[in-house]
């Protein structure tokens, strides 16, 4: 627990402190932000701050970093005492600081030619590809689950080769799903607090109960998800609208990428499809606008794809829809939260309890 709370503040004060600063180098630098033409509604935030991502990211290292580290005083003699990292732990940050490089790359071409458009989708899928792959290496070489996982492993075990293709779909999947989300202010950072603090919850309840769930590291895991928590409301504070920085990709691609790695590392797998519920659904919006345009002659199905741009094209007011959103996020998690405990209770982790305690 303390470890968990140590990491959390430790991320939160980065963040906030860290992109103050940033707020202000960015804005020297000129590093602003592209809107595209047809978010009339979104001119006025031409030039706001991006790639406070960057702070994020940093956030959640330093806090995870932290976690390890505890003060022990004794006798009148204080000293440091360091805990041993995990690999689970340290396989959740390389997944965040490698899909963020990604990103970053992504954000810097962008700047670079002055519009909004960076790397291609050949270029970044290379850059994702190499990401899943070090993963995947790393998961199957400290004893993670190949089986595709719910709230557990279950039967169907993908082997090593297949695992490294799931991989692949989950980290690009959520790191792009993000992405999309991230169009409103505010709307990606706040539901993305929403499910690294799922995951916290997740983390330590499997190190609560390891002979239930026999997930190796899950308290490094608790450590990284509580560092996510943190960095993302520490960022919330200046990026809730009106933004006065946004993430970019560097900060999307991170959390995607974080978020899968959790779920991966956590055999949790399918169950971040209803924690980040609200990710899948503008992921679909954009899917069914894409196939509704090339497949029935053009024809758009919502006003503008992701779906949150629907709403703004019907006038909707944006804090309006943010909130709605973030509410929608809420239920994803309280839903999948629930569901988490309760194959807990009906999987037999009570009588686990009722055993030990006898």
Known sequence: MIAMLTSATVAFAVAIFGTAYAIRLFRAWNIGQFIQEELEGHMHKRGTPTMGGIVIILAVVAGYAASHVRLLVSG???????????SAGLLAIGAILGMGVVGFIDDYQKLSRFRNQGLGIAAKFVGQL????????????????????????????????????????MLTGFANAVNFTDGLDGLASGSGALVAGAYMIIAFWMFRHPSFYEVEGSLGLAAVASAMLGACLGFLWWNAAPARIIMGDVGSQALGGGMAALALLTNTHLLLAILGGLYVVETLSVIVQVAGFRWFG???????APIHHHF????????????????????????GLGLF??????????????????
């Open 130 to 169: 190499a990401v899943a792959g070090f993963f995947a290496w790393g998961a199957v070489a400290s004893g993670t689950s190949t089986a595709i996982g719910f709230t557990r492993p279950t039967s169907l075990d993908l082997g090593a080769g297949l695992f490294a293709v799931w991989v692949l779909l």
């Open 76 to 86: 009148g003699s204080v000293q440091w005492v360091g805990r041993e990292y995990e």
């Open 341 to 358: 405990y309760g194959d807990f209770l009906t999987g037999g982790g009570v009588d686990g309890l009722a055993g030990g305690t006898g």
């Open 298 to 304: 053009g024809r758009r199905v919502f006003r503008m």
């Open 312 to 335: 703004e094209m019907k006038d909707w007011p944006e804090t309006t829809i943010i909130t709605r959103f973030w509410i929608l996020a809420a239920i994803g998690v309280a839903l």
